[in-house]
């Protein structure tokens, strides 16, 4: 079994409750494997020649209230390979808890503290770890998911996996927070084999943001926007009335239509008016009209 050698981050927002964990590593699809969380319980990466299964086990011990270190003490008495593992937990209550085995690759080791864990090994040095867990705590004017990513990022930055970059994954939960709202898996993003992962990570959470960000602060389309949505949408055969810059329910479908064509559907509510840059995301997919 090939180690799991690589940095993550486990973390809790304590203005929202939402819970999450961004890793990387030269590992192919570490999203795969690491990272574990659940809205309301707890959040766990599990790494180092991972035992997947301290995952549930840890987010079932956080549920019926015990501690993350209640969770370490089952996994050490249940494990014959507990030398080689390495985890981190963080519980809904924010208390945290990081481990490393004797056992796993230099340089290895982990920080707790209130609301994060941050583990690595076979990583260039303790920089690596200092690096998650000072820009965590500084970047507090970011939105969680983004200082998450921040985060990883500046580790990768600091060192990394000495071995090299090939996959990064972020997870993160919060209640009622997944797609439609039936669930609470609100970000979900794994690039599985790049030459920089982190990097790219960082972009497909921008385009996660662009396309399920709730509508807010949408401004009026001017009749010259109107025009562009009439126009465009009856070259692509979405619209059959005149380009004349007039709202009505023919226009409003047509924008739907195009809002659809490019999965923008969440971020309209209505009306003739858009956020800016989702107006911007329809000028760049279709350009002129």
């Not at 705590?137 to 998450?148: G, H, I, M, N, V």
Request: a negative charge.
């Amino acid at each position: 079994m090939p180690p799991v050698s690589t940095f993550s981050l486990v973390a809790r927002d304590p203005e929202t409750g939402d819970l999450g964990v961004a890793v990387a590593s030269k590992f192919l699809a570490v999203g795969a494997v690491v990272p574990f969380a659940r809205a309301g319980v707890g959040a766990v990466a599990t790494q180092s020649y991972a035992n997947t299964s301290y995952g549930p086990r840890g987010l079932a011990v956080l549920e019926v209230g015990g501690s993350p270190e209640d969770a370490h003490r089952i996994f050490a008495a249940s494990d014959p390979g507990h030398a080689r593992r390495q985890y981190g937990l963080v519980a809904a209550s924010g208390a945290a808890f990081s481990f490393t085995g004797d056992a796993c690759h230099p340089w290895a080791g982990g920080r707790a503290g209130a609301n994060y864990a941050a583990q690595g090994n076979l990583l260039t040095g303790p920089e690596v770890v200092d690096a998650l867990v000072e820009v965590f705590l500084e970047r507090t004017d970011l939105p969680f998911p983004e200082r998450l990513v921040t985060a990883l990022l500046a580790a990768d930055r600091a060192g990394g996996d000495q071995r090299g970059r090939q996959s990064a994954a972020l997870l993160v939960v919060g209640e009622g927070k997944g797609y439609g709202g039936f669930n609470d898996r609100w970000i979900d993003l794994r690039v599985d084999d790049h030459p920089d992962p982190v990097p790219e990570l960082e972009r497909l959470l921008g385009i996660h943001r662009l396309l399920f960000n709730p509508a807010r602060n949408a401004r009026p389309l001017t009749d010259e926007e109107i025009r562009w949505v009439q126009a465009t949408a009856a070259r692509l055969g979405l619209y059959a009335g005149p380009a004349d810059g007039a709202w009505g329910e023919t226009v409003e479908a047509a924008l739907k239509a195009l809002l659809g064509r490019e999965n923008l559907e969440e971020r309209y509510a209505g009306g003739p008016q858009l956020e800016e840059e989702v107006f911007a995301a329809l000028r760049e997919a279709y350009g002129e009209a």
